[in-house]
């Protein structure tokens, strides 16, 4: 690829998702290995968590974040947006939040909806550790402070 042809892609790629490439640009990405005193993290990265129902790894070289599937499933906005649009519209007729928790939480279903085909009512299970991360990093909470996982018949929703 030569120079020119480079520049081009990077400029679309700033345009589709600026928020992503801001992480290059001011130096925040984190390309090093996170969990590499973590024994049962095999893809290298995932991070401990307090709630050991969260201790779970994708199990697969390269990670399942580093796939492209993954950045556009659960890491676009416009795609989480329009997914969360159409999941309030389905379910309620109140408007949409698009706090980052929302989007979190559309990531996560969008995530579960690629990897097992469905949503099943009453029936939820913890994302991979490196999923996780990977999520909190694109929409961070502004405080800080981060729910978890809760079971469906938790009473935090």
Known sequence: MNEQTLRQVLIRAVEAEPDLMKSFIDGSRQDSNPSSEIAWCSCGRCQAFDDPRMKLCCCQSPC???KPEFRNLC?????LEIANILNWSYRTNLEPSFAPSTFRNQAYRNFVLWQHSTLVAGRRSPVPSCVCVANRRRFPQVNGQYRGYHSANSDSE
Request: zero cysteines.
């Open 64 to 66: 399942i974040t580093s």
């Open 75 to 79: 890491l676009r906005h416009d795609v």
